[in-house]
Nanobody, 122 residues
């Protein structure tokens, strides 16, 4: 089970930090990711992190603004979002998939948490 939190209403240029706690005894077996779905749009990949945290991967639109991280001892993955833009408005979902090694495109994340809404006003 994945439990995401941290969403809210912010202004453009502000920062927000999302967190996701996983209920599992084998958190280090999983690569973790964040996805988002904007109103009227399909869900899109945002960022992923390997089981060790040594490998990360981002969609181009958030590179340099968002940072994904994890604390395995706390079964937690976070998404630090800086310099938020109106186009970042979406419901953000955390996801997990058993995967060892580096992360990149092509991982089929099959475990999902509920979303947390991020609204960025311009």
């Amino acid at each position: 089970q994945l439990q995401a939190s941290g969403g809210g209403l912010v202004q453009a240029g502000d920062s927000l930090r999302l967190s996701c706690v996983a209920s599992t005894r084998v958190f280090t077996s999983y690569a973790m990711a964040w996805f988002r779905q904007a109103p009227g749009k399909e869900r899109e990949f945002v960022a992923a992190i390997s089981w060790s945290g040594s490998s990360t991967y981002y969609v181009d639109s958030v590179k340099g603004r968002f940072t994904i991280s994890r604390v395995n001892a706390k079964n937690t993955v976070s998404l630090q979002m800086n310099n938020l833009k109106a186009e970042d408005t979406a419901v953000y979902y955390c996801a997990a998939e058993v995967h060892q090694g580096a992360v990149g495109p092509g991982i089929n994340f099959g475990n999902w948490g509920q979303g947390t809404l991020v609204t960025v006003s311009s």
